[in-house]
């Protein structure tokens, strides 16, 4: 069984239709990609799983359990964090009231105690920086502070909605690399990002969106070999 299933979910914005019956799943322990154009769907997909919108028709369920109309509140204690666009940083709190945020949910004072150490641990800069206001941070490290913040509920399955836009070249290889670190410790990740050539050389799977569809779909390794795929998204 999957850890995450997503069945003919179709979203709108007012008349215009943004999904048009996606169907995927992630397996536990999985980094699966999902690429594509902007205005492809991809963030509306991220959106519907954690409850911010909602879909006209099919399921989602996740670790056996129908999630559809779950509020996000509830989605977040269930096991679904959410790494969004943009990073969305408390920008007036300090980094450690940030990573004390994403906890929110959990209740026994010990373990979240050992999930900010876990978190320091991967992520140095962010203890070095712990009574920083958050929004005097670079772009890098913000990225670096919102996944630190998602992991801090001890996620199952974490979103990721574009981690490397805006950052320089290093802190992209950074990041990345932190991905493949937080799937190596167990939590599994479903990633949308538009450097489809990184996504692809870090993901088991990927499906390739195109308006509201999922147009392809396979090993990832495949995909970054097909001349579709190089054409369309890779600048080759």
Not at 13 to 42: D, H, R
Not at 115 to 137: D, W
Not at 145 to 173: C, H, Q, T, W, Y
């Amino acid at each position: 069984m999957a850890l995450l299933e997503v069945r003919d979910i179709q979203v709108y914005y007012g008349m215009i239709q943004a999904l048009k019956g996606i169907s995927f799943e992630v397996n536990e322990g999985e980094v699966v990609a999902l690429i594509g154009a902007n205005g492809a769907g991809k963030t509306t997909t991220l959106h519907t799983i954690t409850g911010l919108l909602r879909s006209k028709t099919g399921s989602i369920t996740y670790n056996g359990k129908n999630i559809t109309h779950t509020p996000p509140h509830k989605i977040v204690s269930m096991g679904i964090a959410h790494v969004p666009e943009g990073r969305r940083v408390f920008s007036n709190m300090s980094v450690l009231q940030n990573l004390r945020m994403g906890a929110f949910t959990r209740t026994d004072k010990a373990e979240v105690e050992a999930s900010l150490e876990t978190v320091y641990r991967r992520f140095p800069r962010l203890k070095e920086r712990q009574n920083q206001i958050a929004g005097t941070l670079s772009g890098g490290e913000q990225q670096m502070l919102a996944m630190g913040r998602a992991l801090m509920s001890k996620p199952s399955l974490i979103l990721m909605d574009e981690p490397s836009m805006g950052l320089s070249p290093i802190f992209v290889n950074e990041i990345f690399d932190i991905i493949r670190k937080v799937s190596e410790g167990g939590t599994t990740v479903l990633l949308v990002e538009q450097n489809a050539k990184k996504a692809l050389s870090i993901a088991n799977r990927a499906y390739v969106l195109e308006t509201g569809r999922v147009t392809m779909e396979g090993n990832s390794q495949d995909l970054l070999h097909d001349e579709k795929v190089q054409k369309a998204y890779l600048g080759e």
